[in-house]
C-alpha cells in the first residue's frame, strides 16, 4: 500500500509538472512579427500609432503573444525582413505597415502561401493568406478641414502631403470637403513635398520650408500629411505669429502646444491590434477591413491645447453652437450617411 501511495504522489507531481509545462506553452502560442513603414518609430505619427497597437495587444494578453519587430530605413529592405521573418516559420502572423511593402509583399506571400499576412494602407496584395487593412482618410480630413474653415482669420487654408498619391489625396480631399461645408468659398492650397520616399516623409526642413512659403501667402491653417516631415511645418508654425499647423495619423497637438490646432486620427493602432487579436482568438480572416469613423479607424484630436478654438462659439447657417459640437454633429452625419465625403 506504501508504494501505491508513493506511485500516486510521484503521478500526481509529475501532472503538476506537465500541466504547468502545457501552460508555458500555451502562453507562448502565438508570435507575431511586425514590419514598420520607413522613417521607424518615433515618427509620433504613423509608426508610433501602429506601436500603440502593439502595446495594446501587449497589454491585453501579456505572455500568450510575443512580438518581435524591425524598422527598415529604405525601400529594399521590406523584402529582406519579409522573407527572413517568413523563412523562420515561427510566426503565426506578420503585419506589414505601409503600403510601400505592397510589391515585396506580392512575392511574400506567393513564396510562403501558408504565412499569413496583414498590411495596411494597401488593396494590391489581393491573396488568400493576406489580410488588407485601409482606412476612411478622407473622414477624418473632413472632420478637421471643417474645424480649420471655422478657426482662420485669413480664410486660406493650406495641405502638404507627402506624395501625390490616392492614399495621400483622401487626406486633401476630405480636408477640402469639410473646410468648404462651413464655407464655400474659402480657398485651400495643396501641394506636396515633390521628393521621392523615404525622403517625404522623413525630411522636417523640407517640411519646414515649403510651410513657410506658404505662411508668406497668408495662409494660416496648414494641414500636413506627410510623416514625419509634418515637424517642420509644426517648427515653422512656431515660428511664425497667428498661424497654426494640424498634425495627422496620431494626436500631435503637444508636439507644440497651442500651435498645433489639433490632429486628423488615422488610428493604425486599431488595425494591429485588430488583427493580433483575430489570432489569438482563432477568427483570422482574409476579409479586407476598411476603417472609417464608424468604425472607429480615423478621428480628430481632443485638441487639449487648443481649448479656445474648440470650445468657442461658430454659427453657421444662423444656428450658434460651440465648434467641438459642430464637429459631433458633422461626425454623426457622416456616419449617418447624411454627409457623404466623397475619396478621390
Known sequence: MKNLR???????????????????????????AIIFATGGLGDKSFNDAGYRGYLQANETYGDRIKVDYVEPEDI?????????????????????????????????????????????????????????????E????????????????TSKLGFIGGMDIPLINKFKVGHEQGAKYINPSLNVTNTYTGVPPPQCWTDPVLGKQIAENLYSEDIDII?????????????????????MAIGVDSDQDGDMPGKVLCSMLKLVETGVFESIKAIVEGTWTNEELNLG??????GISPMTYTSWAKNGAYTLNGTTKTRWEWIEDIKAKIIAGTIVVTPP
Request: overall charge negative; hydrophobic content about 45%.
Open 6 to 32: 508513493n506511485i500516486g504522489i510521484i503521478l500526481i507531481f509529475l501532472f503538476s509538472i506537465f500541466a504547468l509545462s502545457g501552460c508555458t506553452e500555451e502562453a507562448g502560442e502565438f508570435n507575431i
Open 76 to 136: 529594399p529592405e521590406f523584402a529582406t525582413y519579409q522573407n527572413n521573418f517568413a523563412t523562420e516559420g515561427k510566426y503565426d502572423l506578420i503585419i506589414c505597415i505601409g503600403f510601400l511593402q505592397e510589391t515585396a509583399l506580392n512575392d511574400s506571400a506567393t513564396q510562403f502561401p501558408n504565412q499569413k499576412w496583414v498590411i495596411i494602407d494597401s488593396t494590391e496584395v489581393p491573396r488568400d493568406n493576406v489580410k488588407m487593412i485601409t482606412y476612411k
Open 138 to 153: 478622407h473622414e477624418g480630413g473632413f472632420l478637421v478641414g471643417a474645424m480649420a474653415a471655422m478657426v482662420t482669420n
Open 223 to 243: 494641414f500636413v500629411a506627410a510623416g514625419g516631415t509634418g515637424q517642420g511645418v509644426f517648427q515653422a508654425a512656431n515660428e511664425t505669429a497667428d498661424v
Open 293 to 298: 469613423l464608424a468604425e472607429n479607424g480615423v
